[in-house]
């Protein structure tokens, strides 16, 4: 019970990666707010959690509008106390070839991906600092420190979560505010089903991505989950601004199946 009433935002909790950390958090003892953009499974979610006797609120919030984000961390005040930790998951794969995608592209991309980010942090931070606590963790990608050809201009977006994430880092820490990212690889949730989907023969894709990664699967949200849950955890207060890559290896190797030892 590392969580014990704690408050707890999980932005996109609705889904993946943000389902299962938002489970994980209420089964530790918190207070856990679903904000989702999506009715049905952030009830679908909170459900969930109450039914195994765990504290959940689903908040209907669409991240790339402040003024919701806004009302949704005040409606988290008067239902569970101000926020603790803030996990800002909520993220959609925008991807394209540079000069032939719409600017609105662009910007539906980076108002979900970059701006949603922001202005998480920026609802729940004046709350954060009142206590003099409180720890965020954005959830960015290994597309954020490396760059797939055609993924444009999501790995934009996510290079910008751990730049914002270390700018904001630094200028609280000496509040008593963590804030860190986590880039996870291929986890295989719906957002990356949905990705096969668009692809000829889905299943051939999918095992093609499977045996591309080192350890030759896919992550579980389990596996991203358990690091969140640590990364907000006061087991590492001392972690500023890091940037935790769980990606099975592979933005380790630079070629795959490369004998030739060229560098
Ligand atoms: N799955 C992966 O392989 C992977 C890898 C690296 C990073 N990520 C990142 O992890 C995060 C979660 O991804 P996932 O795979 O669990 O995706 P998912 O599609 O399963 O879940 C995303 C959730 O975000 C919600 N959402 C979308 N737009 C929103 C908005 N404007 N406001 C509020 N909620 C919104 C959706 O309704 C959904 O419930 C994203 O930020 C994604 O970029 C995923």
């Known amino acids: ?80 106390g101000s926020p ?28 979900v991906d970059l701006d949603g980010v922001w202005f998480g942090c920026k609802a729940v931070l004046p ?32 290079h910008g979560v751990i730049g914002l994430t270390k700018a904001l880092a630094v200028d609280y820490a000496s509040k008593g505010i963590k804030i860190n990212s986590i880039s996870p690889g291929y986890i295989d949730t719906p957002i990356v089903e949905r990705f096969f989907q668009t692809k000829p023969n889905p299943q051939e894709a999918r095992k093609e991505a499977e045996n591309h990664q080192p350890i030759k699967r896919m992550g579980t949200t389990d596996e991203i989950a358990n690091v969140i849950m640590f990364m907000s955890s006061d087991e590492c207060n001392y972690m500023i601004g890091a940037n935790i890559v769980v990606d099975g290896g592979i933005t380790l190797r630079m070629h795959e199946n490369d004998d030739t030892g060229a560098g």
């Open 84 to 111: 603790d930790i803030l996990i800002n998951n909520a993220g959609i794969n925008v991807f394209g070839e540079p000069l032939n995608m719409p600017d609105s592209e662009w910007k539906r991309a980076f108002s």
């Open 1 to 80: 019970m590392r969580f014990k009433n704690k408050v707890v935002i999980v932005t996109g909790a609705g889904s993946g990666i943000g389902e299962t950390t938002a489970i994980k958090f209420a089964k530790e003892g918190a207070k856990v707010v679903i904000a989702d953009i999506d009715p049905k499974n952030g009830k679908r979610v909170s459900d969930i959690i109450s039914k195994s006797n765990g504290s959940a609120l689903f908040v209907e919030t669409n991240v790339a509008s402040f003024e919701t984000v806004n009302q949704m961390v005040d409606k988290t005040s008067i239902e569970f």
């Open 127 to 158: 709350h954060m600092l009142k206590k003099n606590k409180g720890c965020i963790v954005n959830v960015a990608s290994v597309h954020g420190i490396q760059i797939i050809p055609n993924c444009f201009p999501y790995p934009v977006a996510k």
